[in-house]
């Protein structure tokens, strides 16, 4: 009679214990974006066959599955197109997130081109393909020697091409 009870409790734990949600331990790792690989001070360049086309400078540096992450970074890009009269453009910010080529400025953001181009806001969207900088916050440019201030930056550097809301700019006549 014994055993025959003990089996009885042994089936009816069972069944219940098969009914009762169970919480999963394990963490989700597949759902944290881990880095692969921490670059402390690095410079890094990219080449081609022909020469060099960009370098990285960095503080601190992340590289993630599906983006790159540089603090401190200051990137030149060096001109591959032979029909445009510039030699490199020069981004440096606080932060800079790469995805794929497009490259999203944050913080104390410099765009510089050649001599000729300087631009100073907190937030820019480079892309390196289509060479579209833009941006939704107040900026200062200086083109030559003009003062160009405004708000939502586009920039499209094949056609020399600037558009912005809410402008200021002012001519330096002092110059032939």
């Known amino acids: 009679m014994?055993?025959?009870?003990?089996?009885?409790i042994l089936l009816l734990i069972a069944v219940a214990s098969y009914f009762i949600p169970v919480?999963?331990?394990e963490k989700n790792v597949m759902g944290k974006d881990l880095p692969l690989v921490v670059f402390e001070k690095p410079v890094m360049y990219t080449l081609d066959d022909k020469s060099v086309h960009r370098i990285i400078i960095a503080e601190h540096?992340?590289?993630y599955e599906?983006?790159?992450e540089m603090f401190d970074a200051n990137i030149t890009l060096k001109?591959?197109?032979s029909t445009k009269d510039y030699k490199n453009e020069n981004l440096k910010a606080d932060?800079?997130?790469k995805r794929a080529?497009?490259?999203t400025l944050t913080n104390n953001v410099k765009y510089k081109r050649d001599d000729f181009i300087k631009l100073n806001t907190n937030e820019l969207i480079y892309d390196d393909i289509k060479k579209i900088a833009k941006n939704s916050k107040p900026f200062e440019s200086i083109y030559n020697t003009h003062l160009f201030k405004g708000t939502n930056l586009y920039l499209?550097?094949?056609n020399d091409n600037i558009t912005a809301k809410n402008t200021h700019f002012e001519i330096d006549l002092t110059k032939n």
């Open 2 to 8: 014994g055993i025959k009870s003990f089996i009885f």
């Open 23 to 25: 919480k999963n331990l």
């Open 61 to 63: 540096a992340v590289k």
């Open 66 to 68: 599906k983006r790159d």
């Open 79 to 81: 001109n591959q197109d």
């Open 95 to 97: 932060l800079i997130i």
């Open 101 to 103: 080529d497009v490259y």
């Open 156 to 158: 499209d550097i094949n």
